[in-house]
Every structure is written in structure tokens, then in C-alpha cells.
């Protein structure tokens, strides 16, 4: 199973970026997806998850920060407008049979993708 994130990059404060991330090796469907974040120093914390009735995310992103996936193309989206200096970090994406805002509750990791937001 591999999960490859892409879309990070410099941005200014305000400014939007898309996150993709496009699963093999599994069924996509079957599978909640998580995005993830780590800023320098910091844990890991969730972001946004999404399955098929619904999705959820952290109160700091609510309103700005938008989680969908396309089953037909297999690839999970973050559309994040508004950012702020304070969501730069590594953002991964994530595959849980369970899902939910834990990072034990997802079995499957992307890499990584660098967002950093210039005040």
C-alpha cells in the first residue's frame, strides 16, 4: 500500500493550496481518509477526516479547510483557503479501516508535503 500526497508549497498568509492524495493497494472506497499535520516541535495532530456519510475536522481549520475524496479516481482532497502562518507543518495524508482523529485509528501513512504560510 502506498499513499502519495502532493500539493504543499510556499504560500502567502491568505492564500489557498489543494493537498492530494492518491492510494494504491487497497480498495479506496472501503477506507476512511485523514489528513494529518506535524509543525516543527510539535506532535502530530489531526486535521480532517472524511468516509462515506460524512466527514470531521479540528476546530482551528472549520470554515477554512475543506476534506473530500473522489472514489472514481481514488484521491482524497484538502482544499485549504485562508491559511494562516500557524498551518505550516508536514501534512499527511492517512487510510483507517476506523478512522476518526487518532493516528493509531489509521493503519496506512503518505509521506508527507511540505504547506509553509509567510505571514
Known amino acids: 500500500v502506498q499513499l502519495q500526497a502532493s500539493g504543499g508549497g510556499l504560500v502567502q498568509a491568505g492564500g489557498s493550496l489543494r493537498l492530494s492524495c492518491a492510494p494504491s493497494?487497497?480498495?479506496?472506497?472501503?477506507?476512511?481518509m485523514g489528513w494529518f499535520r506535524q509543525a516543527p516541535g510539535k506532535e502530530r495532530e489531526f486535521v480532517a477526516a472524511?468516509?462515506?456519510?460524512?466527514?470531521d475536522y479540528v476546530d482551528s481549520v472549520k470554515g477554512r479547510f475543506t476534506i473530500s475524496r473522489d472514489n472514481a479516481k481514488n484521491t482524497v482532497y484538502l482544499q485549504m483557503n485562508s491559511l494562516k502562518p500557524e498551518d505550516t507543518a508536514l501534512y499527511y495524508c492517512?487510510?483507517?479501516?476506523?478512522?476518526?482523529?487518532?493516528?493509531?485509528?489509521?493503519?496506512?501513512w503518505g509521506q508527507g508535503t511540505l504547506v509553509t504560510v509567510s505571514s
Open positions: 492517512a487510510a483507517g479501516l476506523r478512522g476518526g482523529r487518532r493516528t493509531y485509528e489509521y493503519g496506512y
Open positions: 493497494g487497497l480498495t479506496f472506497s472501503n477506507y476512511i
Open positions: 472524511i468516509w462515506w456519510s460524512g466527514s
